[in-house]
Every structure is written in C-alpha cells, then in structure tokens.
C-alpha cells in the first residue's frame, strides 16, 4: 500500500525498470519499486505543476512523457529520472489530460480543452515540435488517446458519449461510435481487438471496434 500526499491520477507500471510512476496534483512524479512498493525517489517536474490522467512510456528511447495542469508537456529520461525536454502548449492554462506515442514516426500526441495536439519528437535534438492541431467536436477534455492497429489509428475518448478515431498519416479525426453514457477513460484490451469502457455512472462495458 502506498499513502501519497494528493490526489493520485496517473500511474504507470514500467516493467523493463522494475518501478512504478505516479502522478496527480502535486510537484514531481513519484517512483517506487514495482515489486515491493518502496519508494525509489522522484523525477523533477521542475516549474510544472499537476499531472493529467495519463503517463506515457516510450520504451524505444527509454523516456516517460507526462502532460501538466498549466498545459505543460515533460520528456523524462528513466536512467537520469531528469527531464530531459519541456515545452508549453498554446492553450497554457488547459489541462493535458491524455497523451500517446507512435514509434514509427516519432510522434507525440496530446489532447487537452478539445485540441489534440500532434508532436514530433527529436530526441537527439532533444525538442518536442509541433505540426499540427486537431480540433474534437464538442471542445471536451481529452481522456484517453490510445493506439490501435499497429499505431495506425489511435482511440479517442472526452467526457462526453462519443468515441473518436484518429487517422495518424492524414491526422484526420472520425468518429466511431455514439455511447449511452458519458466516458472517462478507455483501455485498449491486448491480443484482441476489443476496448474497455469506464463511465461516469460506476459501469464497465467492452466495445469491439
């Protein structure tokens, strides 16, 4: 069991490191060790303050990337648990809420305020620039970006009934699927092509898409 000085909203397990990160209003991103629970220090989130729903392990560099309150976005290196890279969003005073990552081009996207946000990563640069904006119908805040199909599209859900796709080459967005109740978050279930759906209302249901 871990007691945590505030509200806990993300965490993530990374297996290859043995530890387990965890984020919420707060300074720093907090480490323990997986298997025991023992605290292993901190990553240094510097001048950003409060981190969204959702972390992302980017193993192919051996990076976490996290998004902040004050519409900040950080690229931590897990060896150094520095951050490596920062950068401000345009909408600075918005949430990012959700954020995922596309090996085969190195892009980086955030959703926060109804904008996702289309990132490339130059980790030899060490910069994070920004191609593109992508506006959601209805301006919800974003919950959960989730690849699928082999990164070719990713999931996307905000706090109303509508599932969103996202066609990462042309960074189009379509919606899926109209619910009969709000989401607040979505979990892409592995090895099958079916997704986990979390509401407002205290139910889960499984969607194939």
């Given at each position: 069991?871990i007691?945590e ?7 993530l ?11 919420g209003r707060?300074n720093?991103i907090?480490i ?6 023992a605290p292993?220090?901190h990553?240094d989130?510097?001048?950003f ?8 392990y980017?193993?192919?560099y051996?990076?976490l ?11 931590f290196?897990i060896?150094?648990r520095?951050?490596?890279i ?8 918005a ?5 995922a990552?596309i090996?085969a081009r190195d892009y ?6 109804g904008?996702?946000?289309v990132w ?6 060490k910069s994070?620039n920004l191609?593109r ?20 599209q ?7 009934n ?6 990462v080459?042309k960074?189009?967005?379509a919606?899926?699927?109209s619910?009969?109740?709000n ?5 892409v ?5 079916k997704?986990?759906i979390?509401?407002?209302?205290n139910?889960?249901?499984?969607f194939?898409?």
């Amino acid at each position: 069991r871990i007691k945590e000085p505030a509200c806990v909203y993300s965490i993530l397990p990374i297996d290859h490191h043995n530890i387990l990160a965890t984020a919420g209003r707060g300074n720093n991103i907090k480490i323990y060790n997986l298997k025991t629970l023992a605290p292993q220090g901190h990553f240094d989130t510097g001048d950003f303050y409060g981190v969204g729903y959702e972390m992302t392990y980017i193993p192919k560099y051996e990076i976490l990337a996290a998004g902040f309150y004050n519409g900040g976005l950080g690229i931590f290196d897990i060896s150094s648990r520095e951050m490596i890279i920062s950068t401000k969003t345009k909408i600075s005073q918005a949430h990012v809420n959700a954020m995922a990552f596309i090996d085969a081009r190195d892009y980086l996207f955030s959703a926060q305020n109804g904008t996702i946000s289309v990132w490339k990563l130059d980790i030899s640069m060490k910069s994070l620039n920004l191609l593109r904006e992508i506006k959601v119908p209805g301006a919800a805040d974003g919950l959960t970006l989730k690849p699928i199909n082999n990164g070719s599209q990713i999931i996307y859900s905000g706090s109303t009934n509508q599932l969103y796709s996202i066609n990462v080459e042309k960074s189009t967005i379509a919606p899926i699927t109209s619910l009969d109740f709000n989401s607040s978050f979505v979990r892409v279930l592995p090895n099958s092509r079916k997704m986990l759906i979390g509401t407002y209302t205290n139910r889960l249901q499984v969607f194939n898409y």
